[in-house]
């Protein structure tokens, strides 16, 4: 159905995993998938390609965005709205977070043709709303969590940024990275974590 859906998760919650099966179960219907990630995602590229890439080892070529870009002309471009094709067409969009508000309209707008499906986070290390995916909780038809669980059992909601095994508090709003540099903890461990280092670093 044509809609406008939004799927988030906390980090290794395996949204990336869930878009690149739903990409194929699409293509397995022979329907024809436009696969989108943010440019700023560096983390997948080969021989001037871009890649969408899961955990798991699931990779599939894909089409970059910058907050500049608008999704009507980029539709345009890859004829995604071609009035023979468009009932069979999709968008999928990995890393929503990284959307601009405008940018979230203009999908709205165009989820009236096909659909557009949206997997990202839903907040930064913060505990502060991404401004894509809050206009995607505002804007989206549909809107699901992917749960991923902490290391101590519960459900993970925090997106901790790391450093040295520390938790960062203070910083850029965008820092690209995976198992590397964040990690999702339920909000317990990461109160528990953070007291620790406070009280560890304020002696």
Known sequence: MNKLYFRYGAMGSSKTAQALMLKFNYEQ???TVFLFKPVVDKRCEENGKAYVASRIG??????EFSSQDDFWQLSQEYAILNVKTVSKNVIIIDECQFLTAKQVEQLKEISLYLPVLCFGLLTNYKTELFEGSKRLIELADSIAEVKSVCKCGRKATINV?????LIVTQGNEIEIGGDDKYEGMCYYCYKKKLLSQQKK???
């Open 58 to 63: 699931l990779k599939a070529e894909c089409i």
């Open 161 to 165: 940024r790391l450093s040295k095994g």
């Open 29 to 31: 219907k022979g329907h």
């Open 201 to 203: 670093y304020n002696k």
